[in-house]
């Protein structure tokens, strides 16, 4: 009901902007990180921790629309409601491309620092 609609709008529609601000800030540094201790310079690469912002922005655009489809639900705008499931559809497609790549240069790293670990113990013998 009513007390529903204005909690979301309120405190919801809030700590959600506030969580999709973290988890973008999270992996994008977590993506500049790990490519700098893999040793990727490439500037097309370096590009690559864009992806969770832009899957912050389609987050904004979709806590927007259903704010508003929220505040006037009592009017139907068929747009609006498709609009927020693409933008909901477009953000899972970035924020999990993002996660993708912080998992797979996580393992690149942890294999990066193994090999190091046996080359350096193969000097030393």
Avoid: H
Avoid at 90 to 97: C, L, P, Q
Avoid at 100 to 125: A, P, R
Wanted: aromatic share 18%.
């Amino acid at each position: 009901g009513e007390s529903a609609r204005n909690y979301y709008l309120t405190k919801f529609f809030v700590v959600d902007g506030f969580y999709s601000l973290t988890y973008a800030a999270f992996y994008a540094i977590t993506l500049l990180f790990l490519f700098n201790k893999i040793g990727i310079k490439k500037k097309i690469v370096l590009c690559l921790p864009i992806l969770p912002i832009i899957g912050m922005l389609f987050d904004w655009a979709e806590n927007l629309s259903f704010g508003i489809a929220i505040k006037y639900w009592d009017i139907e705008i068929t747009s609006l409601y498709v609009f927020g499931n693409i933008c909901t559809i477009i953000k899972f497609i970035f924020v999990y491309s993002s996660l993708f790549l912080v998992v797979s240069l996580l393992i690149c790293f942890i294999v990066k620092c193994v090999k190091q670990k046996k080359e350096s113990k193969n000097i030393d013998n």
